[in-house]
């Protein structure tokens, strides 16, 4: 799975120009960026990503879409339910809740798959939180890699801890917070399931010796015509 790491919508319809891209996730702060506004009320933020929902429903090409609840559990249940009533009629896209690594939030991850939605645990940078996201019934859990590795000396060993429960659970890891291409290779020796913003995207064909090999394959078609 392929997501774009955006709330911009024009930002989106250009990712799903790139080969593999399924859909989009997105969070507070990035929906308020795509607004202009440094902060933003709760009714003006899921304001926001009812109009993304509202998008996706007509976009063939949207698969899955990932949204972060604020507040508490019984917010983020309302919040999952106004978003599926914008999706319509369009039941095969995928909604998924992303919810904070709190009692609180993953509290709602059963009653979430109750009205159709799964749940990502979103922000978990230890074992601990992702096997008690997988017990309270998560989906899945996002760990932010790029954060992980410049806080955390021995990133690959907690992240080899984080993949090995999801894993044993049959469940989603999602890998975010890329800086750069060379965070998602990395990441994909431990998850296939990763979210970019566009610039990283753009960047994950980049190869110099691709390129070498390309402009080799151009000019022998032309010196032999």
Known sequence: MLLVDTADQNAILDALKFPGVHGFTTNPALIARAAGAETLSLDEYVAAARKLCGMSAEIGSIHQLMIQSVGSADDAL??????????????????????????????????????????????????????????AGADGVAVYLGRLMRHERDWEKQLESVAAIVKSAE?????????????????????HDITAPPSVLEDLLTSSLSQEAIKAFDAKVVSER
Request: positive net charge.
């Open 78 to 135: 309302w919040q999952a339910a106004c978003y599926i009533d914008d999706l319509k009629a369009a039941r095969e896209k995928k909604l998924w809740i992303k919810l904070a690594p709190t009692a609180t939030s993953l509290a709602c991850c059963r009653s979430l798959k109750d009205i159709g939605c799964a749940s990502l645990a979103t922000a978990v940078f230890t074992a601990a939180q992702a096997y008690v996201a997988m017990e």
């Open 171 to 191: 469940r989603t890891l999602l890998l975010a917070s890329f800086p750069d291409r060379q965070t998602v290779e990395a990441g994909l020796r431990y998850s």
